[in-house]
Structure formats: structure tokens, C-alpha cells
């Protein structure tokens, strides 16, 4: 008997371990909502609120990101967000009727790769945050003129990063809705001797701290004449000015590649300061010698954005549509920041494209096949 016991004891405490077990694999599959196959964004927004599974869209867990995968058109309002929910757009389009986009309340939206755009430009308030917490990364919100309602501004929090826009304000006006400070002084304000500025301002997400000799760690730039240098990391695309109040040449140490590939890069003379704009992170490096030209390149900048960019469609575009690079870009593996760096595409170099997907375009480039990010890119062959 007691033997049948303690078997029987097992056979409980197994099943009620493997229903354990089931349980968390279906929490960590329901935080992941995707919209396609008959599950829409309101309802994906309904589910990760209530936890709950709403028409064809699976129960959310607290924390949910919803996954775009075509743009979407939505006339209704929106459901109040009152939980944790990324809406990750892989760089699609959201258009919104004229009502607020999103109304906050008591929960945390964290917009990703993602455009909200509405449909007749809107002059009123684009959101309502009520005991909320916004985040944009990569995100804009266009075809408005309005602002954030702030209900309350002692819990309501805003957070940016990366390449974004609220119908085209400035970071200081979109802290003054808030009413509080903004962070700390992010790390490029507080180097040493160099100054490092971005187009999207240093809040957007740019790091820097100083480096010496030491941690350089490259016998080419010994012999070039080290005099400084400057480690340079997270959001870095066009528009990143770094200068050296010294005079010299630039040289740079990329990030991409381990150990990081030594090349020289274009720098000009600007009131006794050697300059240069960097595209990509890495260590800018002052070495003795000259700077390349007096004056700073024509075309630096990211192109100022349309009302309404086109969007980057999954289907194939036509088969060697011409386009032109606007910025020296990656030329990568796969479409993916992460993929393998296959060289590095310079400005103004036109080329046939094959395919686009999620912002990047295929190309055949010195033989080989690979990929480009669409940011820095025109179309000059209009394809389709």
C-alpha cells in the first residue's frame, strides 16, 4: 500500500510540474502578438490589456510586443493602453483617422521602427497620456501639428531614442509638455577636449567617452602620430560631427569589424579645429598631418524627411531599378544591423536594385549580392 502510495504521490507531482511547464511556454509565446491572419491591431491591443484572447489574437502576458507585418489603416479610435505594450512596426505604417492616436492610461507604450501617420493633418492633441509612460524608438508620428495632452505630469514619463519625430517638434517643446527636466547630460556633452554634435541632437541616442594610446591599441595609428582619440557608439548615422581642437588628420577605427579595420576619413579645418562626420560607430582617431579639404563636405546630413515617405514594401521592386546612395552605407549579408558586414557602399554610388524588404534594398555590388538600408538611399529609378 504504501508503495502504491508514493507511486501515485509521484504521478501527481510529475503532472502538476508538467502543467507548470506548459503554462510558462504559453506565457512567453502569448507575449509576442502578431498582426496578420485575421488578428488586427485594435484587438491585438485589447488582448495584451486584458490578457486575454480577443477574435483571432492570443492572450497577452503583462509584457507584450505586437508585431506589425503590412501597414496598417485604422478609422476607430484606438483602445486605451493600460498595460506594457511595444508596437514594433519593422518599419511600416500606421494610419490614423482624426482622433488621437493613442490615449495612455496607466500603462507604458513603447512605439518601435514604426510611423504613425494621419490621415487629414491634425491640429489638435495626437495623444492623451493619463498616469503613462511613452517611448519612440526609431518612431515618428507625421501629418500633425498638435501635441501631447499631459494629464499627469508627476507619473507621466516620455523617453527617445534613435531617429524620431512628433510632427516635426523640437525636444524642448516635447519636455515642456511634460514639465520636467530632461536626463542627464548624455555622454558627448561631457568629453574632455573633443565636441561631438548630431542632426537629431545628442539626446538621440549618440555615447562617446575618451580613450588614450593605450586603448586604441593599433600600431599604424602609433606610427601615424596619435594625438587623440574618441570611442563613439549607439545611434550614429548621418549627420554626427565629431572635431579635435587641434590640427591633424582623422583616421578610423570601426566597430563593425573585429579587430576594428584602421581606414583614413574625409576631415576639414574648421577655426583651428580638425573636424569629420562619422556614419557608423567606431574611434575617430587625431593623428598628426593635414586635414583633407578646409571646408565641410557638401552633403552630410540626412535628407530632410517628406510629408509622407513612401513606404518600403515587401514586394520585390523591379529587377535593377537604379538607386543612390545619399550617405556611406553597409553593405550587409542578410537585411539586418546584426548580419555580416560585407564592405561599404560610399556616397553618391548608384546601383542596380534587385529586391527591398523592411527598409533595405538588395543589390549586386563588386560581384557580390547583399544588402543596404533604404535611410540613406534615393529612388532615382522610381521603382515599384
Not at 488578428?39 to 509584457?63: K, M, Q, V
Not at 579639404?293 to 520585390?316: F, G, R
Request: glycine share 10%; proline share 6%.
Amino acid at each position: 500500500m504504501d508503495n502504491l502510495t508514493s507511486s501515485v504521490i509521484r504521478r501527481v507531482a510529475l503532472a502538476l510540474l508538467l502543467c507548470m511547464v506548459l503554462a510558462a511556454t504559453m506565457t512567453v509565446q502569448a507575449r509576442r502578438i502578431h498582426v496578420k491572419d485575421g488578428c488586427d491591431l485594435r484587438d491585438a491591443i485589447r488582448a495584451a490589456n486584458y490578457n486575454s484572447a480577443i477574435g483571432d489574437c492570443p492572450a497577452g502576458d503583462e509584457t507584450d510586443t505586437i508585431i506589425l507585418y503590412s501597414d496598417v489603416k485604422e478609422s476607430k479610435s484606438m483602445p486605451e493602453i493600460n498595460t506594457d505594450i511595444t508596437l514594433d512596426g519593422r518599419g511600416r505604417k500606421v494610419t490614423i483617422g482624426d482622433r488621437p492616436a493613442f490615449v495612455i492610461d496607466d500603462g507604458m507604450l513603447t512605439l518601435r521602427n514604426v510611423r504613425i501617420y494621419y490621415e487629414t493633418p491634425r491640429s489638435e492633441d495626437i495623444m492623451i497620456m493619463v498616469d503613462g509612460s511613452l517611448s519612440l524608438v526609431n518612431a515618428w508620428i507625421q501629418n500633425c501639428s498638435g501635441g501631447i495632452d499631459v494629464e499627469d505630469t508627476d507619473e507621466s514619463k516620455i523617453e527617445l531614442q534613435g531617429d524620431w519625430r512628433i510632427c516635426q517638434h523640437s525636444i524642448d517643446v516635447v519636455y515642456k509638455w511634460f514639465d520636467y527636466k530632461p536626463p542627464a547630460p548624455p555622454s558627448c556633452a561631457t568629453l574632455t577636449d573633443a565636441t561631438v554634435s548630431a542632426a537629431q541632437g545628442l539626446q538621440s541616442g549618440v555615447e562617446c567617452r575618451d580613450i588614450d594610446a593605450g586603448a586604441v591599441g593599433n600600431q599604424a595609428v602609433y606610427d601615424a602620430g596619435f594625438i587623440d582619440a574618441v570611442d563613439v557608439w549607439g545611434y550614429v548615422g548621418a549627420g554626427v560631427e565629431i572635431c579635435f581642437p587641434w590640427g591633424g588628420a582623422m583616421m578610423f577605427l570601426d566597430a563593425a569589424t573585429a579587430p576594428r579595420a584602421l581606414s583614413a576619413i574625409d576631415s576639414y579645418n574648421s577655426g583651428g579645429k580638425t573636424c569629420a562626420f562619422l556614419n557608423r560607430p567606431g574611434t575617430a582617431v587625431l593623428v598628426a598631418g593635414q586635414p583633407t579639404t578646409t571646408a565641410p563636405p557638401a552633403a552630410v546630413a540626412e535628407p530632410a524627411p517628406e510629408p509622407e515617405p513612401a513606404p518600403m514594401v515587401s514586394e520585390p521592386s523591379v529587377d535593377g531599378c537604379p538607386i543612390r546612395t545619399t550617405g556611406h552605407i553597409n553593405f550587409r549579408a542578410e537585411p539586418s544591423l546584426d548580419a555580416e558586414r560585407l564592405g561599404h557602399v560610399l556616397r553618391g554610388t548608384t546601383v542596380g536594385s534587385i529586391s527591398r524588404i523592411w527598409g533595405w534594398y538588395q543589390i549586386r555590388f563588386q560581384g557580390r549580392t547583399g544588402w543596404i538600408g533604404g535611410k540613406n538611399v534615393d529612388n532615382i529609378g522610381n521603382c515599384q
